[in-house]
Nanobody, 121 residues
């Protein structure tokens, strides 16, 4: 059974920080890539960042470069998204997803249920 469970969302003031976690189970974690996506009301889902668990390669959207950091703890089968200098524009439901490669995250095989991030001005 493949399962991805996000946690760590909440309400934070602009300029603050949150750390999201994605706990994975049911597949060989270090053979997969994990990505973070977000969707705000009325907008399309967009990719935020992703990481290859096997070699540590990372990719970031331009809108979050320098503010967000993705990391992977293979021993815990968990991927983190450290979000600093948060802006109201970052408000969205954040989802983690998994596929066998970063390229596969164009259309991920597996999704978590999402966690709400709200940034107040």
């Amino acid at each position: 059974e493949v399962q991805l469970v996000e946690s760590g969302g909440g309400l934070v003031q602009a300029g603050g920080s949150l750390r999201l976690s994605c706990a994975a189970s049911g597949f060989t974690f270090d053979d997969y890539a994990i990505g973070w996506f977000r969707q705000a009301p009325g907008k399309e889902r967009e990719g935020v960042s992703c990481i290859s668990s096997s070699d540590g390669r990372t990719v970031y959207a331009d809108s979050v470069k320098g503010r967000f950091t993705i990391s992977s703890d293979n021993a815990k089968n968990t991927v983190y998204l450290q979000m600093n200098s948060l802006k109201p524009e970052d408000t969205a439901v954040y989802y983690c997803a998994a596929d066998v490669s970063i390229a596969g995250l164009e259309a991920p095989d597996y999704w978590g249920q999402g966690t709400q991030v709200t940034v107040s001005s």
